[in-house]
């Protein structure tokens, strides 16, 4: 088993607290050493208790599902001798009620935009079959019950 760990810190200072109107500003710490501004959306609590410049929790899962979906993209057309110039994804996710009736990240939609470099190039299918490959082995994925969708294959 392998272990991963974050820090999520949040402090109250001087604000009130009981009315609500507090700040959901906080810091995600990682065992590299960096350190990320996070706070709620400004979609699910208003400004000024949210901070639009943070990363948000929906944001970071949606990141999360594009980054390790790239990962095992580029480590698998590694492997079958595709050299992979640029990987860009315009990744979505799609806040809402899921079929229990609570609120949930019920899709989320990649869009990446690929180029390769060299002589060999994947085809339609090849590319289909590396992408499927990288959805069945990313754990971020397995992990979610959310539907992920690649958009774009080419």
């Known amino acids: 088993m392998k272990q991963f760990d974050a820090r999520v810190t949040w402090q109250r200072a001087d ?15 990682f065992d590299g ?5 996070a706070s709620s959306s400004p979609l699910s609590v ?5 901070d639009p410049a943070a990363v948000d929790p929906e944001e970071a899962l ?3 599902a594009s980054s390790c979906h790239m990962l095992f993209f ?3 057309a590694a ?4 050299v992979v110039e640029r990987y860009d994804d315009a990744a979505r996710g799609l806040l809402d009620t ?6 949930a990240m019920v899709r989320i939609e990649l869009n990446p935009s690929i180029a390769f470099a060299g002589a ?16 069945e082995r990313c754990y971020i994925a397995n992990s979610l019950t959310t539907e992920i969708v690649i958009l774009e294959t080419a």
């Open 15 to 29: 604000q009130a607290f009981l009315d609500g109107r507090y700040s959901r500003a906080h810091a995600w710490r």
């Open 33 to 37: 050493g960096l350190s990320v501004p």
């Open 46 to 50: 208003p400004l000024p208790m949210s």
């Open 62 to 64: 949606v990141a999360a």
């Open 74 to 76: 580029l480590a698998i």
């Open 79 to 82: 492997q079958q001798g595709f």
């Open 98 to 103: 899921n079929a229990a009736g609570r609120m």
């Open 120 to 135: 060999r190039r994947p085809d339609a299918q090849a590319l289909a079959a590396i992408h499927h490959l990288a959805h």
